[in-house]
């Protein structure tokens, strides 16, 4: 799927940011975690309707069908599901998954004893069944689990020339594989090197050019778009940072070039080299473009001020009230959807050490709406993967909190086999499926749980040790407070 597609996807984007509200309400699919199998609920239902049930998995063993309508455990029936944007998961799933994590956790088999209360051909059952251990996500052992999951299940996924590969093209491999590398350095660079280091070989691209022309106002292969020179150079920064290679600052440096070239003199960014739409801009590659230019000058590449300071007039002009950053600069156009603006905002400023009220305004707005997080109008991912690191910087308490609204989320991607599966938000989350939903899954959970690890830049600003080198057999190592 090349060229082609890309544009047709370019109109399905435009659809998608355009016609259909964040807010709409509408059904809600997900997998059932350790229970094994999909549900379903509906806006203002408090029933999950079993969609399917996995073979072998406790759900099957238990005697669960498909058609099942679950609408209690314990005795105590579940509240409804709501399609507003503002409640996050409340209602039948998050009782369901914060059910499934406290219970599986408990030591004795007996305490993990669980029973679903369900309606099958309009005929109220009680289902008791035993869950197999697991350690929940409140302890230590239970996010290093997950993390352990989503790590093997992207690396088993990895191309062997280096990609994750979409459904889209390359820019679509870019932004997948770019967030790929960098959760797998947030959880364990030397358990997964050997896949770090074939993503970001693929990543620099031909000739170490990155797939972006010389002439970065020409489109480049597939309209190689900005959302992937932003992501990438998140990735090879946190690449650089952890490992010094100095084949990365160049790559860095033509990124952070091309995105300022592609700037308008009003500051406007659009998808790739046009603003679009009718000349009003896009300001979340604003956001994201600030984001890269705080990473890049990490790794020592100049930050052009004229370029940050015409973006953040941009930027200024789209802040709500609320604290929260508008899809455009003009009033009205709501924050209901402001996680991936305003949390890679929030990460630009408190990275590069800049306007600190206005980093700590955006840090609030993301602590008090913990819920709408998963809300970004076609890509619903990045707001989840960029939120975590942007409350762990500015307001701990608030990550926590988030912490807590998502522990079910968490549960229930988290499947019996250790697979995980994709959660979306409510509606309008197209984007996520054009870069692939189990690997995004992955991606979110652990970019979810690993801020407190602070292993990359994202997470915390600290002295960093070069990699130890060896002349004529000897170990030097050197250290760098960059």
């Not at 914060?98 to 109220?124: G, V």
């Not at 190689?224 to 160049?250: C, F, K, M, R």
Request: charged share 20%; hydrophobic share 40%.
């Amino acid at each position: 799927m090349r060229p082609g597609v890309m544009t047709l996807i370019s109109l399905i984007l435009i659809h998608w940011f355009l016609i259909v509200p964040s807010e709409v309400g509408a059904s809600e699919a997900f997998p059932l975690g350790i229970l094994g199998g999909r549900g379903q609920v509906e806006p203002n239902s408090s029933l999950i309707s079993v969609l399917s049930i996995d073979p072998g998995s406790p759900a099957a063993l238990a005697g669960l069908k498909v058609g099942d309508q679950l609408r209690g455990i314990g005795g105590i029936p579940f509240t409804q599901h709501s399609g507003k944007i503002d409640v996050g998961g409340l209602g039948p799933q998050k009782s369901l998954g914060e059910a499934l994590d406290e219970c599986a956790a408990r030591e004795l088999e007996k305490d993990r004893k669980i029973t679903l209360d369900l309606l099958r051909d309009e005929t109220e059952l009680a289902l008791e069944l035993i869950l197999p251990p697991r350690p929940g996500l409140k302890e230590a052992a239970g996010r290093a689990l997950l993390i352990e999951s989503c790590c093997r299940q992207l690396v088993s996924t990895q191309r062997p020339d280096g990609r994750w590969d979409s459904p889209v093209g390359l820019t679509g491999d870019r932004v997948l594989s770019a967030w790929a590398v960098v959760a797998l350095l947030s959880a364990d660079h030397d358990q997964y090197r050997d896949s770090i280091e074939r993503g970001i070989r693929w990543l620099r691209g031909p000739q170490d050019h990155c797939w972006i022309a010389d002439d970065p106002l020409k489109k480049g292969p597939d309209n190689l778009g900005n959302w992937a020179i932003t992501s990438t150079v998140v990735a090879l920064t946190e690449h650089w940072i952890a490992t010094q290679d100095h084949l990365d600052p160049p790559v860095i440096e033509r990124c952070c070039k091309s995105l300022a070239a592609r700037m308008t003199d009003d500051g406007l960014f659009g998808h790739d080299v046009v603003p679009g739409y009718s000349n009003k801009g896009f300001n979340v590659i604003n956001t994201l473009s600030h984001l890269a230019w705080s990473m890049g000058a990490q790794a020592g590449v100049t930050l052009d001020e004229d370029s940050w300071s015409k973006s953040l007039d941009q930027i200024r002009r789209s802040i709500d009230p609320n604290g929260g950053i508008r899809y455009w600069t003009m009033k009205g156009t709501g924050t209901g959807d402001a996680s991936l603006r305003t949390s890679s905002m929030a990460l630009a400023l408190s990275i590069s050490a800049r306007e600190p009220q206005l980093t700590q305004q955006f840090g609030d707005y993301l602590a008090a709406h913990p819920s709408r997080m998963r809300e970004a109008h076609a890509v619903g991912s990045l707001g989840m993967m960029l939120a975590p690191s942007a409350l762990w910087r500015i307001n701990r308490a608030g990550y926590s909190n988030f912490l807590e609204e998502w522990r079910w989320y968490l549960s229930l991607m988290h499947r019996p086999d250790r697979s995980v599966h994709y959660i979306g938000g409510k509606g309008n989350n197209g984007g996520d499926s054009y870069l692939g939903k189990h690997r995004i899954g992955c991606i979110i959970a652990i970019l979810i749980l690993t801020p407190p690890d602070e292993k990359l830049r994202l997470h915390i600003d600290k002295p960093f040790k070069k990699p130890e080198l060896k002349v004529d057999g000897v170990s030097e190592a050197t250290s760098s407070t960059n």
